[in-house]
């Protein structure tokens, strides 16, 4: 709670200072005006993967074609420390970006803390008027919008066609079949059917949402991982290892997959459209058309895959704010969210981009589309990104064997009561 008062007050210090110096003023609706044209720096913190970066500078610095009296400073954030360094320049306010990428699950939290500024009122009305709404909604945070959709996404299966089509299967449909298509994969080429990722509990969710399970119950205030359907996801992922249908590890998932998958040494992985460009410069996907994806194989219950993304904010603590907001309108256009999916197979989070051509002719966008429109949306609360860390240490622990999966979803709830405090 500190902390929020503490970044309120700065924005109200920057705020005056920037009156008094005749920068920016604020109108009435709290959108920025400037007053004249746009200039000056864009610091843009940027979290997408080694083979999305290259692009989206490039995109991003085109900006300037628009406005050329503003700089675009470029900064690519690994994933996987953003989070933490993101609350941390915001918090001390020392070098922080003026527009962040953030995970659909970190905006609530950032908000709530007093970290991000609202987005202008005249741009908010086009993001519900204009995007996807399940995406739109990830940006809003106690009845106001502080971010912008950039990308949606889900978790599919990646398979190898030509793998698959020797051992004599199909893309398995359910957990069951996937274990039969892995047996006779591993029969014809020696090969083990799935890389099962075990260091990252966001490739856990399929599992106990296929279980018929979910993380919270935000409506009632009650955790629900540690329940009879968070055990069974529990249990689920670990079958698959110990059936010996999959392989896994517990550190540096992302890199040990991606190689097993594009060398041939797995057949399948769960993934998703983030991975489709990496995927390509693999040796087994020279020709493109070899991979192919599907949906994630179902649980005893159902199929289930997690709503993902990523959102562009404004810190509001920002001395630009006007060029920023410019910045992520230009960003999240159907101009540049068509480039992303021509160019990386990213999916466009404006409802109209589907209609245009690059997009309709995207086989990943036309596959990854109906599965996000199926995908199951996460409770947008500001703890949201706080609960992946300890179900990150007792996914690991499950899928590896170091603990049983009764105890690793116990474990987990009992994290999780201690984050979600009065919660059940």
Same mark, same amino acid.
């Given at each position: 709670?500190?902390?929020?008062?503490?970044?309120?007050?700065?924005?109200?210090?920057?705020?005056?200072?920037?009156t008094?110096?005749?920068?920016?003023t +604020?109108?009435?609706?709290g959108?920025?005006?400037?007053?004249?044209e746009?200039s000056?720096?864009?610091?843009?913190w940027?979290?997408?993967?080694?083979?999305?970066?290259?692009?989206?500078?490039k995109?991003?610095?085109a900006?300037?074609?628009?406005?050329?009296?503003?700089?675009? +400073? #470029?900064?690519?954030?690994?994933?996987?420390?953003?989070?933490? +360094?993101? $609350?941390?320049?915001?918090?001390?306010?020392? /070098? =922080?970006?003026?527009?962040?990428?953030a995970?659909?699950?970190?905006?609530?939290?950032?908000?709530? !803390?007093? #970290?991000?500024?609202?987005?202008?009122? /005249?741009?908010?009305? $086009?993001?519900?008027?204009e995007?996807?709404?399940?995406?739109?909604a990830?940006?809003?945070?106690?009845?106001?919008?502080y971010?912008?959709?950039? *990308?949606?996404?889900t978790l599919?299966?990646?398979?190898? $066609? $030509?793998?698959?089509?020797?051992?004599?299967?199909?893309?398995?449909?359910?957990?069951?079949e !996937?274990?039969?298509?892995?047996?006779?994969?591993?029969?014809?080429?020696?090969?083990?059917?799935?890389?099962?990722?075990?260091d990252?509990? #966001?490739?856990?969710?399929?599992?106990?949402?296929?279980?018929?399970?979910?993380?919270?119950? =935000?409506?009632?205030?009650?955790?629900?991982?540690?329940?009879?359907?968070?055990?069974?996801?529990?249990?689920?992922?670990?079958?698959?290892?110990?059936?010996?249908?999959?392989?896994?590890?517990?550190?540096?998932?992302?890199?040990?997959?991606q190689?097993?998958?594009?060398?041939g040494?797995?057949?399948?992985?769960?993934?998703?459209?983030?991975?489709?460009a990496?995927?390509?410069?693999?040796?087994?996907?020279?020709?493109?058309?070899?991979?192919g994806?599907?949906?994630?194989?179902?649980?005893?219950?159902?199929?289930?895959?997690?709503?993902?993304?990523?959102?562009?904010?404004?810190?509001?603590?920002?001395?630009?704010t006007?060029?920023?907001h410019a910045?992520?309108? #230009?960003?999240?256009?159907?101009?540049?969210?068509?480039?992303?999916?021509?160019? !990386?197979?990213?999916?466009?989070?404006?409802?109209?981009?589907?209609?245009?051509?690059?997009?309709?002719?995207?086989?990943?966008?036309?596959?990854?589309k109906?599965?996000?429109?199926?995908?199951?949306?996460?409770a947008?609360?500001?703890?949201?990104?706080?609960?992946?860390?300890?179900?990150?240490?007792?996914?690991?622990?499950? *899928?590896?064997?170091?603990?049983?999966?009764?105890?690793?979803?116990?474990?987990?709830?009992a994290?999780?009561?201690?984050?979600l405090?009065?919660?059940?």
């Amino acid at each position: 709670m500190r902390r929020g008062i503490a970044a309120t007050a700065l924005v109200a210090t920057l705020a005056l200072a920037a009156t008094a110096c005749g920068g920016d003023t +604020k109108g009435d609706g709290g959108e920025t005006k400037a007053g004249g044209e746009l200039s000056g720096t864009v610091t843009w913190w940027d979290t997408s993967n080694d083979a999305e970066k290259a692009s989206f500078q490039k995109i991003a610095e085109a900006f300037t074609a628009k406005h050329p009296k503003v700089t675009v +400073k #470029y900064v690519n954030v690994p994933y996987g420390d953003a989070q933490n +360094k993101v $609350k941390n320049a915001f918090s001390s306010g020392a /070098d =922080a970006p003026d527009v962040i990428r953030a995970d659909v699950g970190w905006v609530a939290d950032l908000a709530s !803390l007093g #970290y991000l500024d609202e987005v202008p009122a /005249d741009q908010a009305k $086009k993001v519900d008027a204009e995007f996807l709404p399940q995406a739109a909604a990830s940006g809003r945070f106690d009845g106001k919008t502080y971010a912008v959709p950039q *990308v949606i996404d889900t978790l599919g299966l990646f398979y190898n $066609k $030509k793998m698959l089509a020797d051992a004599g299967v199909q893309p398995p449909k359910t957990l069951e079949e !996937l274990k039969t298509a892995a047996a006779a994969i591993k029969a014809k080429s020696g090969k083990t059917g799935l890389y099962l990722r075990g260091d990252d509990s #966001y490739w856990f969710l399929p599992f106990i949402y296929g279980e018929g399970g979910d993380l919270v119950d =935000a409506k009632t205030k009650t955790v629900t991982v540690d329940n009879a359907a968070g055990v069974k996801g529990f249990k689920a992922a670990r079958d698959l290892v110990t059936s010996g249908a999959a392989v896994t590890n517990a550190t540096d998932g992302w890199t040990n997959m991606q190689t097993a998958f594009k060398s041939g040494e797995v057949a399948m992985m769960i993934n998703g459209p983030w991975a489709v460009a990496d995927s390509y410069a693999g040796e087994q996907f020279k020709d493109k058309s070899n991979l192919g994806v599907a949906a994630v194989p179902a649980g005893s219950v159902k199929a289930g895959a997690p709503q993902g993304g990523h959102d562009l904010a404004v810190y509001a603590g920002s001395k630009n704010t006007a060029a920023a907001h410019a910045f992520v309108e #230009y960003m999240t256009s159907q101009e540049v969210q068509v480039q992303s999916a021509k160019e !990386l197979s990213l999916l466009p989070t404006r409802t109209a981009a589907y209609e245009q051509p690059d997009v309709k002719n995207s086989e990943m966008v036309q596959f990854f589309k109906p599965a996000v429109d199926k995908a199951v949306e996460r409770a947008w609360i500001p703890e949201n990104g706080s609960l992946f860390e300890p179900l990150k240490v007792e996914y690991t622990k499950a *899928v590896t064997g170091t603990s049983s999966p009764e105890d690793a979803a116990k474990a987990a709830g009992a994290e999780f009561r201690k984050i979600l405090k009065g919660w059940k």
